[in-house]
T-cell receptor, first 110, second 110 residues
Framework: DSGVTQTPKHLITATGQRVTLRCSPR?????VYWYQQSLDQGLQFLIH???????AKGNILERFSAQQFPDLHSELNLSSLELGDSALYFC?????????FGPGTRLTVT | GEDVEQSLFLSVREGDSSVINCTYT??????LYWYKQEPGAGLQLLTY?????DMKQDQRLTVLLNKKDKHLSLRIADTQTGDSAIYFC??????????FGTGTLLAVQP
């Protein structure tokens, strides 16, 4: 158990809908990262937050957004969902250079 | 650009050593990591090496880094059936985002 929690574990929704994925980092970690894992793209970095501020963006679509709250949990919002957004979404937390991953949220868009 | 490549599949017999290889293009990677992913699970951080090191040993795991050739390897001694999983190498630099390889599926035959 990495100490990083993600909810929900599974999410099934229809095209055009909006969903919110939640991540709670390890106690004391100020950094939260979001990654997407899909069969065709592999594991890709989406976005990094540090203590509430956005620090780096990767290949994140404009339909996707994230935030980190004062209690350090983070949410990833995915809107206008398309079939191709079906993937595993991981968050990771860190207090230095080691990133610890949560169990992931499997999103299925039908 | 940033790219990390791995061979797709490796099969070994229980008790043998496994060597998983990785090549990367981004010479600015400060840390290089190995993660393990079991079916339906998240990514487990196995070990990492700082870019100014050549070798790191951690129990059954040995990481070798050849900076000149941008080649990283993970050796697992006395491989067990519980080691069957997908292994990802990843590079991390100043931005802290991780660039992952394609993953190597390790199959351990009893």
């Amino acid at each position: 158990d990495s100490g990083v929690t993600q909810t929900p574990k599974h999410l099934i929704t229809a095209t055009g809908q909006r969903v919110t994925l939640r991540c709670s980092p390890r106690s004391g970690d100020l950094s939260v990262y979001w990654y997407q894992q899909s069969l065709d793209q592999g594991l890709q970095f989406l976005i990094h937050y540090y203590n509430g501020e956005e620090r780096a963006k990767g290949n994140i679509l404009e339909r996707f957004s994230a935030q980190q709250f004062p209690d350090l949990h983070s949410e990833l919002n995915l809107s206008s969902l398309e079939l191709g957004d079906s993937a595993l979404y991981f968050c990771a937390s860190s207090d230095s250079y080691e990133q610890y991953f949560g169990p992931g949220t499997r999103l299925t868009v039908t | 650009g940033e790219d990390v490549e791995q061979s797709l599949f490796l099969s070994v017999r229980e008790g043998d050593s496994s060597v998983i290889n990785c090549t990367y293009t981004d010479s600015s990677s400060t840390y290089l990591y190995w993660y393990k992913q079991e079916p339906g699970a998240g990514l487990q951080l196995l070990t990492y090496i700082f870019s100014n090191m050549d070798m790191k040993q951690d129990q059954r795991l040995t990481v070798l880094l050849n900076k000149k050739d941008k080649h990283l390897s993970l050796r697992i001694a006395d491989t067990q059936t519980g080691d069957s999983a997908i292994y990802f190498c990843a590079g991390g630099g100043a931005t802290n985002k991780l660039i992952f390889g394609t993953g190597t599926l390790l199959a351990v035959q009893p």
